[in-house]
């Protein structure tokens, strides 16, 4: 069973840089993409970063230049290097794992707050 533990969230006033990390248990070789989703109070989940087995990556709009995805050489640890936070960038943000049969994982989530 594939295993999701997120770390790195806290506070930061806007400008600021955070950078989370999830680490993958469990059924690793199971796993083709990894990425991250936050969701806002009073929003829906949304996508955040997203890097495919091939290295490939995607960004929303709204974080592409100031945000970044990357892995380690296991692939078991997916991290997200955040800069020039905005307050609107301030949610619950969670680690997501999809196997090759389209099944999503999900961690429990860490929060990011961004303000003054």
């Known amino acids: 069973q594939v295993r999701l533990a997120e770390s790195g969230g806290g506070s930061v006033q806007p400008g600021g840089s955070l950078r989370l990390s999830c680490v993958l248990s469990?059924?690793?070789?199971?796993?083709?993409?990894m990425g991250w989703y936050r969701q806002a109070s009073g929003h829906q989940r949304e996508m955040v970063a997203v890097?495919?087995?091939?290295?490939?990556?995607h960004y929303a709009a709204s974080v592409q230049g100031r945000f970044t995805i990357s892995r380690d050489n296991t692939k078991t640890t997916v991290y997200l290097e955040m800069n020039n936070l905005k307050p609107e960038d301030t949610a619950v943000y969670y680690c997501?794992?999809?196997?090759?049969?389209?099944?999503?994982?999900w961690g429990t989530g860490t929060l990011v707050t961004v303000s003054m």
């Open positions: 997501n794992a999809q196997d090759y049969g389209f099944e999503d994982f």
């Open positions: 469990g059924g690793v070789f199971s796993v083709n993409n």
């Open positions: 890097i495919e087995n091939s290295g490939r990556t």
